[in-house]
C-alpha cells in the first residue's frame, strides 16, 4: 500500500506539483480580493459619513427666517456675486474657507459697500439696513470653492 502510494506521487508528481500551484494562487487571490474589500468598505464609510453630514447641512439649510426671500438659499463661487430679486443688495463671496467653515463676503446695499471682507461662519447671520429694510444674510455652509447664502428682507415697518 505504501509503495503504491510512493509510486502514485512519483508518476504523478508534475501533476501534484501543479495542483499545489494552483492552491496557493488561490489562496493569494483570495487574501488580496479580502484586503481589497476591506478598503472599499473603509472608503464606503468614509462615503456614507459625508454623505450624512451634507444631509444634516441641508436640512438645517431650510430658511430659519419669517420674513420673506429675496435671494433663496444657493450656491456661490468664491469670486463671484449674487444680487437679490429686489436689486437692493449685492452679495459678493470675497473668500471661503472650507477647514474653519467660514467664508468673508463683501456686501453691498443700496450701491453703498456696508461690509467689506466681513468673515461669517457657517450657521451665523449678517443683518445690512437698507431703503428697502433689513437684509438678513444667513450663511448655511460652504463647501470647497463655494458658499451656501441666502437672503431675506426684513420690512421696516415689521417688529
Not at 509510486?7 to 506539483?17: A, E, Y
Not at 445690512?128 to 455652509?141: D, F, I, R, S
Request: include cysteine; charged fraction near 25%; glycine fraction near 6%.
Amino acid at each position: 500500500m505504501r509503495d503504491q502510494a510512493l509510486r502514485f506521487v512519483r508518476d504523478n508528481s508534475t501533476l501534484i506539483v501543479s495542483l499545489m500551484v494552483v492552491a496557493i494562487m488561490g489562496a493569494a487571490w483570495i487574501i488580496f480580493e479580502a484586503m481589497r474589500s476591506h478598503r472599499r468598505r473603509d472608503e464606503l464609510f468614509a462615503l456614507r459619513r459625508r454623505v450624512s453630514e451634507l444631509e444634516k447641512e441641508r436640512v438645517s439649510s431650510n430658511p430659519s427666517v419669517g420674513d420673506p426671500m429675496v435671494l433663496s438659499s444657493r450656491w456661490i463661487r468664491s469670486g463671484r456675486t449674487a444680487t437679490t430679486s429686489d436689486g437692493g443688495c449685492l452679495l459678493y463671496v470675497d473668500r471661503v474657507l472650507p477647514a474653519i467653515r467660514s467664508a468673508e463676503l463683501t456686501v453691498r446695499v443700496d450701491g453703498y459697500a456696508v461690509l467689506q471682507n466681513h468673515a461669517l461662519k457657517s450657521g451665523e447671520r449678517l443683518e445690512a439696513n437698507g431703503k428697502n429694510g433689513t437684509y438678513v444674510l444667513e450663511l448655511y455652509g460652504v463647501d470647497g470653492l463655494q458658499a451656501q447664502v441666502a437672503v431675506a428682507l426684513r420690512n421696516r415697518h415689521k417688529r
